[in-house]
C-alpha cells in the first residue's frame, strides 16, 4: 500500500523532525517523509532534513504583506510533493484561519505541555511557575485557535525538585520524540477520527494514547 506523505513546517532545532524521519526509515513504517518546509533559512533542522535526504524548502514569512498569503504559498509547496498530513514541529508562525480550516483534520502539532495547561509560549517556565507535579507533552490536531484543537495523545512526565526550564525541556522531549511519531503512524494506518471535537484511535491497547514516562 501507498505509504502517507507527511510535510513537516519547522523553524528551528527540528529534534522532532529527527525523530520523525527516523521513524520513517523503517521499512514497515506506514508514513514517509515528503518534504520539509522552514520559514527560516537558518533553521538548524535543515541540514539534518538535507542529509536524510529529505526535500526541503524555505519560504521566508519576511516580504509577504499578509499571513494568508504567506500560507497559501506553503501550503502549494506541500501540495505540490503530494502531502496528506501536516506535521508542525516547532514552526514558530501563527497561521491565518484559512491554513488549519483548509488542512482541518489533517494538521497535527506537537506541543510542551499537558493541554489545555500551558498554551503559548514560555511553556516550561509556565510549568514550573504554577507548581504542577506532572507535565508532559500533547499532540493535536490544529485548529485556528492556538494550542486548543482536538488532542490525540499525551505523554506525562514528573516535575522534580529543582527542575530548571532546561531540565524539565530535556524531560519533556525525551517523549516528544516517541509520542510523535507514535500518532503519526496511527494516522497512516487510518486509526485516528474525530467526532464532535473528540478523537477516537481505534484498535489500540487501553491506555496507549497516554504514555508515562517517571524516570527523571
Ligand atoms: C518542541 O518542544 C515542540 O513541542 C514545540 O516546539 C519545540 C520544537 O523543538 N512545538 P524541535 O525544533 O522539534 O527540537
Not at 539534518?48 to 497559501?72: C, L, M, N, Q, W
Not at 506541500?78 to 491565518?96: N, P, T
Request: net charge neutral; hydrophobic share 45%.
Amino acid at each position: 500500500m501507498a505509504k502517507l506523505k507527511v510535510g513537516i513546517l519547522i523553524s528551528g532545532r527540528g529534534s522532532n523532525m529527527a525523530a520523525l524521519i527516523q521513524a520513517a526509515q523503517a521499512a514497515d513504517y506506514p508514513a514517509e517523509i515528503a518534504c520539509v518546509v522552514s520559514n527560516r533559512e537558518d533553521a538548524g533542522g535543515l541540514e539534518a532534513a538535507r542529509k536524510a535526504g529529505v526535500p526541503t524548502t524555505v519560504i521566508s514569512h519576511r516580504g509577504y504583506p499578509d499571513r494568508e498569503t504567506f500560507d497559501r504559498d506553503v501550503s502549494a509547496s506541500l501540495e505540490k510533493h503530494g502531502v496528506g498530513l501536516v506535521a508542525l514541529a516547532g514552526f514558530m508562525r501563527i497561521q491565518s484561519a484559512w491554513f488549519p480550516e483548509h488542512w482541518a483534520g489533517r494538521q497535527i502539532n506537537i506541543h510542551p505541555s499537558l493541554l489545555p495547561a500551558f498554551p503559548g509560549l514560555h511553556v516550561q517556565r509556565q510549568a514550573l511557575d504554577a507548581g504542577v507535579r506532572l507535565s508532559g507533552c500533547t499532540v493535536h490536531f490544529v485548529t485556528p485557535t492556538l494550542d486548543s484543537g482536538p488532542i490525540i495523545a499525551q505523554a506525562a512526565v514528573p516535575v522534580l525538585p529543582g527542575d530548571t526550564v532546561e531540565t524539565l525541556s530535556v524531560r519533556i522531549q525525551r517523549q516528544e520524540h516517541r509520542l510523535y511519531p507514535l500518532v503519526v503512524r496511527w494516522f497512516a494506518e487510518g486509526r485516528i477520527s474525530i467526532a464532535d471535537g473528540q478523537v477516537t484511535v481505534r484498535d489500540i491497547p487501553p491506555g496507549a494514547a497516554l504514555l508515562f514516562s517517571p524516570e527523571p
